[in-house]
T-cell receptor
Framework: DSGVTQTPKHLITATGQRVTLRCSPR?????VYWYQQSLDQGLQFLIQ???????AKGNILERFSAQQFPDLHSELNLSSLELGDSALYFC?????????????FGPGTRLTVT | GQSLEQPSEVTAVEGAIVQINCTYQ??????LSWYQQHDGGAPTFLSY????GLEETGRFSSFLSRSDSYGYLLLQELQMKDSASYFC???????????????FGRGTSLIVHP
């Protein structure tokens, strides 16, 4: 158990819909990272927040947005969903902004768009 | 730009030693990380090399050569439970500039046979 929690574990929804994925980092960790993992694309970095502020942005679609709240939990919002958005979405946390060093990953949310 | 190359699959037998290589091209290199991911599970942090040389942690070791832009993960006394995907990762700056982002390789599937 990494100490990072993600909800929900599974999500099935239809094209065009909007969903919100939630992540609570390990106690004391200030950085939250969001990743998308699909079979043909590997682990793709989406966005990072550090202590409430956006720190880095990867190949995140304009239909996707995220935020980190004062209690440091984070939400990833996916809208106008398409079939291709079906994937595993992970969040990870770390103490500081240290790149890929010692990130702790949550169990993931499996999103299926039908 | 940035890229990481690692073999897609490696097979070995229980008790053997296996080496998973990773070559990278990135600007502003800070260090090379390795993560393990079992099927359906979350990636877990294994090791991090910022300086040249070998880092040993139990049965796993990781090596880095900054001058060759190359690293490897060495797994000794292989066990069936080591069957998983292994990802190398760096922090890199995308083409066109911007913030440093985590970039993961596409992963190496290690299959351990009895």
């Amino acid at each position: 158990d990494s100490g990072v929690t993600q909800t929900p574990k599974h999500l099935i929804t239809a094209t065009g819909q909007r969903v919100t994925l939630r992540c609570s980092p390990r106690s004391g960790d200030l950085s939250v990272y969001w990743y998308q993992q699909s079979l043909d694309q590997g682990l793709q970095f989406l966005i990072q927040y550090y202590n409430g502020e956006e720190r880095a942005k990867g190949n995140i679609l304009e239909r996707f947005s995220a935020q980190q709240f004062p209690d440091l939990h984070s939400e990833l919002n996916l809208s106008s969903l398409e079939l291709g958005d079906s994937a595993l979405y992970f969040c990870a946390s770390s103490v500081r902004d240290r790149g890929t060093y010692e990130q702790y990953f949550g169990p993931g949310t499996r999103l299926t768009v039908t | 730009g940035q890229s990481l190359e690692q073999p897609s699959e490696v097979t070995a037998v229980e008790g053997a030693i296996v080496q998973i290589n990773c070559t990278y091209q990135t600007s502003g290199f800070y260090g090379l990380s390795w993560y393990q991911q079992h099927d359906g599970g979350a990636p877990t942090f294994l090791s991090y090399n910022a300086l040249d040389g070998l880092e040993e942690t139990g049965r796993f070791s990781s090596f880095l050569s900054r001058s060759d832009s190359y690293g490897y993960l060495l797994l000794q006394e292989l066990q069936m439970k080591d069957s998983a995907s292994y990802f190398c990762a760096v922090r890199s700056r995308p083409e066109g500039g911007g913030s440093y982002i985590p970039t993961f390789g596409r992963g190496t599937s290690l299959i351990v046979h009895p």
